[in-house]
T-cell receptor
Framework: EDKVVQSPLSLVVHEGDTVTLNCSYE??????LLWYKQEKKAPTFLFML????IEKKSGRLSSILDKKELSSILNITATQTGDSAIYLC????????????FGGGTRLMVKP | GAVVSQHPSRVICKSGTSVKIECRSL??????MFWYRQFPKQSLMLMAT?????????EQGVEKDKFLINHASLTLSTLTVTSAHPEDSSFYIC???????????????FGDGTRLSIL
């Protein structure tokens, strides 16, 4: 059975701190790893990672995939209160029409 | 681009009512859409995969007769919660993948979700 595990479950930091969120996966026919940010509504797309070792960056957020270790990290530098959210990672498989298997999420709270 | 619209955003209704939720891809065609359910402080749980022009594929433990899915066109999938009860109260989210083909390596984009409350 496909499985995605995220850690930590929750994290409380202060503005300006740097955080690293972890995601590990066990998925048959793995194709890509996706990160989403969820605030009050539905998840918004952050990154899609397909190749190992290639960092994707968007502002203060960056992410990288390690296919050997079956894992990915999401880094957020100089955190702001607006970064407070649940961060979800999901493994994509071409099975069943591009299905995603989600991890349990990391709840990040950034205090002023 | 890649906008998914979900409607309604919130529903409050009495037990026994059937509720229909719509999911539309606004600027792309989606042969496959996905329906998720999310309980408070939990992650997304895939309920079913909606396939245009054919029957939906349900995940284990999801009642097909309870959660009716129709994907009548390349831009619209509907989820009907039939004879809803309080335990069906949840946050329902749909997603779709741009790129047309069901196996394209494109990220899924989510609708804003529907918060369903059954009294």
């Amino acid at each position: 059975e496909d499985k995605v595990v995220q850690s930590p479950l929750s994290l409380v930091v202060h503005e300006g701190d740097t955080v690293t969120l972890n995601c590990s996966y066990e998925v048959t026919n793995f194709r890509s790893l996706l990160w989403y940010k969820q605030e009050k509504k539905a998840p918004t797309f952050l990154f899609m990672l397909t190749s190992s070792g290639i960092e994707k960056k968007s502002g203060r957020l960056s992410s990288i995939l390690d296919k050997k270790e079956l894992s990915s990290i999401l880094n957020i530098t100089a955190t702001q209160t607006g970064d407070s959210a649940i961060y979800l990672c999901a493994a994509n498989s071409p099975n069943a029409g591009n299905m995603l298997t989600f991890g349990g999420g990391t709840r990040l709270m950034v205090k002023p | 681009g890649a906008v998914v619209s979900q409607h309604p955003s919130r529903v409050i209704c009495k037990s026994g009512t059937s509720v229909k939720i719509e999911c539309r891809s606004l600027d792309f065609q989606a042969t496959t859409m996905f329906w998720y359910r999310q309980f408070p402080k939990q992650s997304l749980m895939l309920m079913a995969t909606s396939n245009e022009g054919s029957k939906a594929t349900y995940e284990q433990g999801v009642e097909k007769d309870k959660f009716l899915i129709n994907h009548a066109s390349l831009t619209l999938s509907t989820l009907t919660v039939t004879s809803a009860h309080p335990e069906d109260s949840s946050f329902y989210i749909c997603s779709a993948t741009d790129g047309g083909a069901p196996y394209s390596n494109q990220p899924q984009h989510f609708g804003d979700g529907t918060r369903l409350s059954i009294l």
